[in-house]
C-alpha cells in the first residue's frame, strides 16, 4: 500500500497489488472476528439459550461452506436425525463451522467430509469426519490452543488464524458439552461434540 501511494508500482502491477492487500486484509479481518469471539466467552456474558436444531444449523453451515468445499475438491455431506439442543445458536454454529471448515482445509484432493447429528435421548452427538492429513499424535492434546499450529506453512497457506479450534472449546465448554477427537496421519480426524439435551445447568 505505501509503494502505490508513493506511485512507485507500474500499472501493469497494480491488480496484483490490489489482490495482496485485499487477501490480507481478509486475514486480519476474521482474525480479528475470532479474537472478538473468544474475548467474548472469555469474559462469561451471559448468552441467550433458545431450542436448536443441531442437524438443521450443520446443513446451514455445510451450505455456507460448499464453495470452500467445492474448490478444494472435497465432498461436504450431511446425514442424521434432528435433535433439539438447549443452547446458544451462534456459538453451536462457531462450532460446527470450525470443524468443518479445518476438516476442508487440511482434507486432500478427492477427499471428504462427513458430518452427521444423532441422539441417544439423553445426549446429541455431532461428528465431523474427514479424510484429511490427520494429526500426528505428539500434536493432538495442543490443537485446541489459541494460535497453536500443527504445520505452520500449511496453516499460513489456508489462511487459518489458529483460533478456530480454541473456539470450537471455549464454545463447547460454555455449553457443558464433551469433545472427542480420533486422528492419524494420512488417514483423516474425527471429532466428536457431544451436547447435553436440555436445560443447561
Same mark, same amino acid.
Given at each position: 500500500? %505505501?509503494?502505490?501511494?508513493?506511485? $512507485?508500482?507500474?500499472?501493469?502491477? !497494480? ?12 486475514? $486480519?479481518?476474521? /482474525?480479528?472476528? @475470532? ?5 467474548? /466467552?472469555?469474559?462469561? @456474558?451471559? /448468552? ?16 455456507? $461452506? ?5 474448490? +478444494?475438491?472435497?465432498? $461436504? &455431506? ?10 446458544? *445458536? *451462534? ?16 482434507? #486432500? ?7 452427521? #447429528?444423532?441422539?441417544?435421548?439423553? @445426549?446429541?452427538? /455431532? &461428528?465431523?469426519? @474427514? &479424510? ?5 499424535? %505428539?500434536?493432538?492434546? *495442543?490443537?485446541?490452543? *489459541? ?11 489456508? =489462511?487459518?488464524?489458529?483460533? =478456530? ?15 472427542? !477427537?480420533?486422528?492419524?496421519? =494420512?488417514? +483423516?480426524?474425527?471429532? &466428536? ?9
Amino acid at each position: 500500500a %505505501e509503494l502505490i501511494e508513493n506511485g $512507485l508500482v507500474k500499472q501493469e502491477d !497494480m491488480p496484483r497489488f490490489m489482490a495482496n492487500i485485499h487477501t490480507e486484509a481478509v486475514r $486480519l479481518v476474521a /482474525l480479528i472476528d @475470532d479474537i472478538i469471539r473468544l474475548s467474548q /466467552l472469555d469474559e462469561g @456474558d451471559e /448468552l441467550p439459550y433458545e431450542s436448536v436444531d443441531l442437524l438443521s444449523v450443520a446443513k446451514e453451515v455445510a451450505a455456507s $461452506l460448499h464453495d470452500a468445499a467445492a474448490a +478444494g475438491k472435497v465432498k $461436504l &455431506t450431511v446425514t442424521g436425525e434432528s435433535v433439539t439442543i438447549k443452547a446458544v *445458536r *451462534r456459538l453451536v454454529s462457531e462450532i460446527v463451522f470450525n470443524l468443518c471448515d479445518n476438516a476442508i482445509k487440511y482434507n #486432500v484432493q478427492n477427499g471428504s467430509v462427513d458430518v452427521s #447429528v444423532t441422539s441417544d435421548g439423553k @445426549d446429541a452427538v /455431532l &461428528t465431523v469426519r @474427514d &479424510t484429511g492429513i490427520g494429526i500426528p499424535v %505428539e500434536h493432538q492434546s *495442543r490443537v485446541f490452543e *489459541r494460535f497453536y499450529r500443527v504445520d505452520k506453512s500449511h496453516s499460513k497457506e489456508s =489462511g487459518g488464524t489458529g483460533l =478456530g479450534l480454541s473456539i470450537v472449546k471455549h464454545a463447547a465448554a460454555y455449553h457443558n458439552a464433551k469433545i472427542d !477427537m480420533v486422528s492419524k496421519v =494420512g488417514q +483423516g480426524t474425527t471429532v &466428536t461434540v457431544t451436547f447435553p439435551i436440555g436445560d443447561p445447568e
